[in-house]
């Protein structure tokens, strides 16, 4: 069960830090990974991470957009700077990437949270 919290409201040129609850059964938090959808828009990658140490950012989002993972808890991170208005979505927590699998795509990842809302004014 993947639990996403910390989403909320925020001016352009803040800051927020989204967090994912993760359960230790049933799956592998080896390959983690935030998405977002924007109303009307299709469900998009932002950022994954592998082995809680290689990263991997959408262009979107490199030198604004931090992931990381804390297999201690466990959690997964997003730490956002910088936001925009176009960050607006519904924030969603995946885990499990199928191996050899494309990390930017949806039918990749076999489990997700229910998402948190970012809205950036």
């Known amino acids: 069960q993947l639990v996403e919290s910390g989403g909320g409201s925020v001016q352009a040129g803040g800051s927020l830090t989204l967090s994912c609850a993760a359960s230790?059964?049933?799956?592998?938090?080896?390959?983690m990974g935030w998405f977002r959808q924007a109303p009307g828009k299709a469900r998009e990658g932002v950022a994954a991470?592998?082995?809680?140490?290689?990263?991997y950012y959408d262009d979107s989002v490199k030198g604004r957009f931090t992931i990381s993972q804390d297999n201690a808890k466990p959690m997964l991170y997003l730490q956002m700077n910088a936001l925009k208005p176009e960050d607006t979505a519904m924030y969603y927590c995946?885990?499990?990437?199928?191996?050899?699998?494309?990390?930017?795509?949806?039918?990749?990842?076999?489990?997700w949270g229910q998402g948190t809302q970012v809205t950036v004014s």
């Open positions: 995946a885990a499990d990437l199928v191996t050899g699998g494309n990390w930017r795509s949806i039918d990749h990842w076999s489990y």
């Open positions: 230790t059964y049933g799956y592998s938090e080896e390959f």
């Open positions: 991470i592998y082995g809680g140490i290689t990263t």
